[in-house]
């Protein structure tokens, strides 16, 4: 199951990093919608307000694991799909 396990892992891995590349510039689209402004470029510089650069990342981290979380239950779903079982990685980490 070692080979399974790392194709399971660059299976999630390559769909988490395809939807969130996909997922930036619409929750930059997100933030120009909600604030009217553009999102900050950098929220580390000194010139960027504490307000805006924590509402940054509150925002971008909930969504961004939201959209990590779906594309990831999307690849497991396919998966299963193609082999008729979902990967042992996903077992061993439920509770």
């Known amino acids: ?22 997922a930036k510039p619409v929750i930059a689209q997100v933030w120009r919608l909600a604030f009217g402004a553009d999102p900050p470029g ?29 594309a990831q239950r999307a690849a497991a779903g396919a998966w299963h799909r193609a082999t008729g079982h979902y990967p042992e990685a996903l077992a061993e980490t439920r509770a």
């Open 42 to 70: 950098n929220p580390a510089d000194p010139e960027v307000s504490w307000r805006t650069a924590i509402l940054w990342a509150v925002v971008t981290g909930a969504l961004i694991g939201v959209v990590r979380l779906l």
């Open 1 to 22: 199951m070692v080979v399974e396990d790392k194709m399971w892992n660059a299976v999630a891995t390559g769909a988490a990093v395809s939807a969130v590349t996909a």
